[in-house]
């Protein structure tokens, strides 16, 4: 008997080392799997390419969706223990079903028609396999970037190294020959990427006429990135699907955060999210309604116009999208425009700690 548990004891003991080799290979995997699918996103989007390479890429885009998915069930059956007590639990269940059902209708409806049912075609859409993709590949990067605060790295090199990969991130991003009109120097797009990130407003380019919507979308993301803080972003994404954080790393984002509860890290992270994305929201929706139909730009623009301008004024940008500012003539004697930026620029030079203790 005594002999049975011992081989019992050997055999659950090499289940445990190939979980722990295992998990740290699919981790890996993952970790450079997910870079790997937003470079080739950024690669498709930021040139022009042709039928046939879209479709390449659509075909690794698929293969990417099946990997990610084993990869999540390997991590389940090894780590089920430690997963089942994360927060994000059901949210990793959930996600895990959504790769498996877009996965299944792309086999099943390999060249879907207009005649089939919107449920086939929003599993089988272009855009939710892109986000998918990029929210999956978004979540495990920041995983691996909240791992770095375990390895000694004080949080004023860690909040400086974050703001320049961002800032390095962004430029190349406004290189790509999609985000612009014409060609612009290594050094311009430095400039803008880092004012962006910094929300100094300082432009060397004109952004309504050098940028396309997609460089100008591109600055609107640095300036949102910049205003709330990179590591504030990749906290909320990994917290949100772990189960605890360390005492280092509550100490290190209680810094980085400015925060003297130590016990509501969380808390406090989930606060500053949804603080901004609810004012800029609101903004956004009176900024609309003020220029709806009093510009000569269509529906789709206006609505990119209003959450640019929410997000530029609430960050203290300074940065618009039309030729001559705020004062062009689309503009210049809207007064519920300029009302509205200007109460957003208040309330975000006031910051969260004001807003909350006034709350």
């Known amino acids: 008997m005594s002999f049975l548990n011992y081989i019992l004891y050997k055999i659950r003991l090499l289940y445990l080392k190939v979980g722990v080799l295992l998990a740290f290979l699919v981790h890996l995997a993952l970790f450079l799997a997910s870079v790997a699918v937003l470079l080739m996103i950024v690669y ?36 089920f223990v430690d997963i089942k007590h994360e927060k994000g639990f059901w949210i990793d269940i959930f996600i895990t079903i959504l790769l498996l059902l877009v996965i299944v209708f792309r086999i099943a409806y390999p060249h879907p028609d207009k005649h089939i049912s919107w449920l086939v075609k929003v599993f089988t859409s272009h855009a939710m396999m892109y986000f998918i993709l990029i929210f999956f590949s978004i979540l495990e990067i ?35 020959p999609n985000s612009t009109v014409h060609p ?66 509550n100490i290190i984002l209680k810094d980085l955060l400015n925060d003297d509860n130590l016990n509501g890290i969380f808390k406090t992270l989930i606060n500053i999210i949804f603080t901004t994305l609810g004012i800029e929201l609101i903004g956004a929706c009176i900024i609309y309604f ?63 700690p004001i807003i909350f203790n006034f709350y």
């Open 184 to 249: 612009i120097s290594i050094i311009d797009a430095l400039f803008t990427s880092t004012s962006a990130v910094c929300v100094t407003g300082l432009v060397v380019l004109d952004i309504s006429s050098v940028f396309t919507l997609m460089g100008q979308g591109i600055i609107m993301g640095l300036i949102q990135i910049g205003g709330i803080g990179v590591m504030t972003f990749t906290s909320f994404f990994a917290l949100s699907f772990m189960g605890h954080s360390s005492f280092r790393n």
């Open 142 to 176: 920041s995983k691996r970037i909240f791992g770095i605060l375990n390895k000694g790295i004080s949080p004023g090199l860690l909040f400086a190294y974050s703001f320049m990969l961002i800032i390095l991130v962004g430029a190349g991003l406004l290189l790509l």
């Open 44 to 79: 498709e989007f930021g040139f022009n390419l042709g039928q046939a390479e879209q479709n390449r890429l659509h075909h690794i885009y698929f293969w990417s969706l099946c990997f990610f998915f084993l990869a999540n069930i390997l991590r389940f059956i090894f780590r």
């Open 290 to 352: 003020s220029i709806d139909g009093a510009t000569e730009l269509t529906t789709a623009n206006e609505i990119f116009f209003a959450v640019f301008h929410a997000i530029s004024a609430f960050c203290n940008a300074g940065f618009s999208i039309l030729h001559g500012n705020l004062f062009d003539p689309l503009v210049s004697h809207n007064y519920m425009l300029h009302t509205t930026v200007a109460f957003l620029i208040i309330f975000g030079g006031l910051g969260f």
